[in-house]
């Protein structure tokens, strides 16, 4: 695939539960980043890694939220303990350096009921 | 206020029209300012690519910078049923604590484009 991947696409988690969201990145693209895109907004910021390097994490609302690129490549976002407010669309996107061109991925869709 | 606003609309044209689409912003650092197009339940896809004030020309679509007004601007030319999706804008710099890979976006712009 020449895209960003993400799984899975959609996801309804109980309040409480644990959730893993995957990002796939286009093969050679050496920054990653994750945003959140609630209901009829843009898209927020969460964090940004430079290979497996977690450079800016500003933007992950609580400390629910942890994500990891352990090898440089496939990154992994984790939600601990969901709650309501966290249902949205969890976009991941990948560039070959830090001011090219981000490449977004479709989505997962979190529902948390 | 949000550092970027834009208008959500939504916005209805008849096909063939001319599109104007623009976000203001409060940020001076920005420097690198962005159009993505984004299809419903897709994610977003990357229109136009400006660095600082000035225009560029991109087959029917135009962007706009006006660094003095904090403004930015998106035509659409000819518009054709396949544009009917949101318009976000997004920026970044570095400056006032920002950074140049942090994208700031706009709400979006629904736009539907009526054969």
């Known amino acids: 695939g020449a895209g960003v991947s993400q799984s899975p696409r959609y996801k309804v988690a109980k309040r409480g539960q644990d959730v893993a969201l995957r990002c796939d990145p286009i093969s050679g693209h050496v920054s990653l980043f994750w945003y959140q895109q609630a209901l009829g907004q843009g898209p927020e910021f969460l964090t940004y890694f430079q290979n497996e390097a977690q450079l800016d994490k500003s933007g992950l609302p609580s400390d629910r939220f942890f994500a990891e690129r352990p090898e440089g490549s496939v990154s992994t976002l984790k939600i601990q303990r969901t709650q309501q407010e966290d249902s949205a669309v969890y976009l991941c996107?990948?560039?070959?350096?830090?001011?090219?061109?981000?490449?977004f991925g479709p989505g997962t869709r979190l529902l948390v009921l | 206020q949000k550092e970027v606003e834009q208008d959500p609309g939504p916005l209805s044209v008849p096909e063939g029209a001319i599109v104007s689409l623009n976000c203001t912003y409060s940020?001076?650092?920005?420097?690198?300012f962005m159009w993505y197009r984004q299809y419903s339940r897709k994610g977003p896809e990357l229109l136009m690519y400006t660095y600082s004030s000035g225009n560029k020309e991109d087959g029917r679509f135009t962007a706009q910078v006006d660094k003095s007004s904090k403004y930015i601007s998106l035509f659409i030319r000819d518009s054709q049923p396949s544009d009917s999706a949101t318009y976000l804008c997004?920026?970044?710099?570095?400056?006032?604590?920002?950074?140049?890979?942090?994208?700031?976006f706009g709400k979006g712009t629904l736009l539907t484009v009526n054969p």
């Open positions: 996107a990948s560039s070959l350096g830090t001011v090219e061109t981000q490449y």
């Open positions: 997004a920026m970044s710099g570095y400056g006032s604590g920002g950074s140049n890979y942090k994208l700031t």
């Open positions: 940020n001076s650092a920005f420097q690198y």
